[in-house]
């Protein structure tokens, strides 16, 4: 998969949107692995909830231009630029600036993509949709990813795929836990250690 | 927003609001961008828009010219109607209006083409605080036994 052409952003603007890192890459690295899989699937819809700069959503629509691809984000900032990203790549692009995926209908997206904020802060409640928005993830750093987790079922196709980032201090194994009880089966699909963080990239499917 | 968007959006994140289904457009300023026509997809597409409200939004802002009302399978052939629902579903976009919510009313303002649909900090309390007096209930008050 290419990396999408970044360099009509303003540096600044980082300031305010989570500048794409590890985690980004590490996502558009698994979503590349899954190339053959994927294809064969040849999805319709796909949705990136917290898309930020549109590093990781404008890659997949470089690498599957037969599927329409959609974006969320709950800071507005994020969405201009994850838009911006897609049309200096040249590829269609719907963003919404939203929570999570709470004002989409029910079973239209085929796959479903989620580098959440994972780092474990104090409780957030109120959610920020600045910067903080972008890393701030509460409790075990799951919180945000545990309220997305109960929406998977219904946002999903009935075979559509999610593939979600998450850190060791995540417990990935409590996630699989509550996806099997949602009817998921879960793989791994990459993992890697950055300095002292251990990421890793889960499919799920049922 | 492209009426794709449109077509998946609800306001059902409101408290009270039970489909928010579908949002009505109000448009200020409409554009046409050009996307690469692939007539598969439209063909995969059409089944799952739902086309009552596709045709309704397409009519409201003025774009539902030689749209046919209800879609038969045979118009899968006819490349016009292909090219057709191509432009009105994926090239016209809303770049500025708001959204209205069919049963509260509350509208959703659409800027450089990124419809806003965040709730406010009084709304978020709102459904916090209802979502409080709920769980109160069924912790507290509903495994209580009934007094006659
Ligand atoms: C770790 S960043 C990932 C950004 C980008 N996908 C990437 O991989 O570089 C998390 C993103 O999720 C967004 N976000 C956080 N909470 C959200 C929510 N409730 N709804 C939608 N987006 C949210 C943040 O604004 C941020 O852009």
């Known amino acids: 998969m290419d990396t999408p052409y970044q360099n009509h952003i303003d540096k600044d603007e980082f300031n305010y949107v989570y500048e794409p890192a590890e985690d980004s890459f590490l996502l558009i690295d698994a979503l590349e692995k899954e190339i053959d899989f994927l294809r064969k699937k040849n999805p319709l819809l796909c949705l990136e909830v917290g898309s930020g700069s549109g590093v990781v959503i404008t890659a997949f629509a470089m690498a599957f231009p037969h599927c329409l691809c959609f974006c969320t984000d709950i800071n507005h900032r994020a969405c201009l630029m994850s838009q911006s990203t897609a049309s200096h790549n040249k590829v269609f692009l719907e963003c919404v600036n939203m929570n999570l995926v709470t004002c989409f209908v029910d079973k239209k997206f085929d796959v479903l993509i989620f580098n959440p904020p994972y780092v474990e802060t104090e409780s957030n409640d109120c959610l920020s949709n600045g910067i903080v928005a972008s890393w701030a993830g509460g409790i075990k750093g799951r919180e945000i990813t545990d309220k997305l987790l109960d929406m998977v079922p219904k946002i999903l196709t009935d075979d559509g795929i999610f593939y979600l980032l998450l850190i060791k201090e995540n417990i990935p194994e409590e996630v699989k836990e509550i996806m099997l009880q949602k009817g998921f089966q879960a793989n791994l699909v990459l993992e890697r250690k950055v300095k002292n963080e251990h990421q890793i990239v889960i499919k799920f499917y049922r | ?148």
């Open chain 2, 1 to 148: 927003m492209k009426l794709i968007t449109h077509n998946m959006l609800t306001s059902k994140c409101l408290k009270g609001v039970v489909t928010g289904y579908p949002l009505a457009i109000s448009a200020t300023n409409i554009k046409v961008t050009e996307v690469d026509f692939n007539p598969d997809f439209i063909v995969r597409i059409i089944p799952k828009i739902d086309w009552e409200v596709f045709w309704k939004a397409a009519d409201s802002i003025g774009h539902s010219d030689g749209l046919p009302q209800t879609v038969e399978s045979k118009l899968h052939d006819n490349n016009d109607f292909l090219k057709k629902v191509h432009r009105v579903l994926l090239e016209v976009e809303i770049d500025e209006g708001h959204l209205t919510c069919p049963e509260s009313g509350r509208q959703f303002p659409i800027t450089k083409g990124i419809p806003n649909m965040l709730l406010t900090e009084a709304e978020n309390k709102f459904a916090m605080l209802l979502k409080s007096a709920n769980d109160l209930y069924h912790e507290v008050f509903a495994p209580m036994p009934r007094q006659i």
